[in-house]
C-alpha cells in the first residue's frame, strides 16, 4: 500500500525567511509520480508540481525549489524569502504505476503560516 | 482559458437522499479525477474518467458513482447520503502530452449531510 507522511502539521515563519516542507513516502512501485499542490484558505488546491520518479534532478521554480532523494523516499520543498502570499496548506502526494496523475494518495497536509 | 467549473458550489442534503455533482473540465482536457476531501479522512481519491470510460477507482462504497459525457464534462452521484458523506468534493481535470502535464482543480463543491 501506497503511503505519504508529511511530519510537520503547523509551520510559522516569518515573512523572508525559508522554510522547507518535508515528504516522506511509501512505495512498492518502481515507476511513479510524485506531486505538491497548494491549497489556499479559497479551498481550490494548486497544482505545483510533478515528478517522475526517474528524474531526482532537483528543480526550481522562482522561490519554489523541490528535493528528490529516491534513497530516502523524500520529496521536499523549500520556499525561499517566503511571504504572506504563501501561507496555504501544502499537500504531498504520490500517484500509483501507470496511472501518472490519478489514484493520488495524499499527505496529511502542512499547514504553513506566513507572518508578516 | 476558462478554468474547472463545479456545480453547485455549496449543497445541503438530509441522509438518505441521493445527490449528483457537475464538474466541466478545462478544455481539451479528457482526464477528469474526483476528489473527496474531509478533515478526519483528508484527500481520498474517488475515481477517474478518460474518454467516457472509467479508467481508475478509490476505495468508496457503490453508493458513489460517476460519469463522463463525450464533452468531457462528468458527473458524480451519490446515493442514500450519510452523514459522513458531508465534506468537500473535488474534481480535477488533467492533461498529458509526453512529459508535458497541466492538471487544475475545481473550487470543490461542499456537501452537508443533515
Known amino acids: 500500500a501506497q503511503k505519504v507522511t508529511q511530519a510537520q502539521t503547523e509551520i510559522s515563519v516569518v515573512e523572508k525567511e525559508d522554510v522547507t516542507l518535508d515528504c516522506v513516502y511509501e512505495?512498492?512501485?518502481?515507476?511513479?509520480?510524485l506531486f505538491w499542490y497548494k491549497q489556499p484558505p479559497s479551498g481550490e488546491l494548486v497544482f505545483l508540481i510533478r515528478r517522475n520518479s526517474f528524474d531526482e534532478q532537483n528543480e526550481i521554480s522562482g522561490r519554489y525549489s523541490w528535493n528528490f532523494q529516491k534513497s530516502t523516499s523524500s520529496f521536499n520543498f523549500t520556499i525561499t524569502a517566503s511571504q504572506v502570499v504563501d501561507s496555504a496548506v501544502y499537500f504531498c502526494?504520490?500517484?500509483?504505476?501507470?496511472?501518472?496523475?490519478?489514484?493520488?494518495?495524499f499527505g496529511e497536509g502542512t499547514q504553513l503560516t506566513v507572518n508578516p | 482559458k476558462a478554468g474547472v467549473t463545479q456545480t453547485p458550489r455549496y449543497l445541503i442534503k438530509t441522509r438518505g437522499q441521493q445527490v449528483t455533482l457537475s464538474c466541466s473540465p478545462i478544455s481539451g482536457h479528457r482526464s477528469v479525477s474526483w476528489y473527496q476531501q474531509t478533515p478526519g479522512q483528508g484527500l481520498q481519491f474517488l475515481f477517474e474518467y478518460f474518454s467516457e470510460t472509467q479508467r481508475n477507482k478509490g476505495n468508496f462504497p457503490g453508493r458513489f458513482s460517476g460519469r463522463q459525457f463525450s464533452n468531457s464534462r462528468s458527473e458524480m452521484n451519490v446515493s442514500t447520503l450519510e452523514l459522513g458523506d458531508s465534506a468537500l468534493y473535488l474534481c480535477a481535470s488533467s492533461f498529458t502530452s509526453g512529459s508535458r502535464y497541466e492538471q487544475y482543480f475545481g473550487p470543490g463543491t461542499r456537501l452537508t449531510v443533515t
Open positions: 512505495t512498492r512501485d518502481t515507476t511513479y509520480y
Open positions: 502526494a504520490l500517484s500509483e504505476a501507470g496511472t501518472s496523475g490519478s489514484r493520488l494518495t
